[in-house]
Nanobody, 125 residues
Framework: QLQLVESGGGLVQPGGSLTLSCATSGFIFVDYAIGWFRQAPGKEPEGVSCITSAGDSTNYESSVKGRFTISRDNAKNTVYLQMNNLKPIDTAIYYC??????????????????WGQGTQVTVSS
């Protein structure tokens, strides 16, 4: 059974950091690109970051460039999203998603087949 499970969300003050994890199982992890998306209340989902199956290419939404870093550990079938200098506008539910062989250019939700349940990130003082 294919699964993606996010963890690491929580409440953090502005300027703080969190690391999200996306643990996967049930598919050949090294064949899949993994993306992070987020959805704030009343807003459409937006792509945050993406990493290709080999980990040789990454993509970031403009507002998180220089603050967020995506990485993957193929030995652990896990993708991470290191988030630094968090801002209130980063508050959202964060989801990871998998797409077989995706190039990670301009990732959209429709490009991904499999999704996790999400983890809440709240940035507030």
């Amino acid at each position: 059974q294919l699964q993606l499970v996010e963890s690491g969300g929580g409440l953090v003050q502005p300027g703080g950091s969190l690391t999200l994890s996306c643990a996967t199982s049930g598919f050949i992890f090294v064949d899949y690109a993994i993306g992070w998306f987020r959805q704030a209340p009343g807003k459409e989902p937006e792509g945050v970051s993406c990493i290709t199956s080999a980990g040789d290419s990454t993509n970031y939404e403009s507002s998180v460039k220089g603050r967020f870093t995506i990485s993957r550990d193929n030995a652990k079938n896990t993708v991470y999203l290191q988030m630094n200098n968090l801002k209130p506008i980063d508050t959202a539910i964060y989801y990871c998603a998998a797409s077989r062989g995706f190039h990670c250019l301009g990732p959209a939700p429709s490009d991904f087949n499999y999704w996790g349940q999400g983890t809440q990130v709240t940035v507030s003082s």
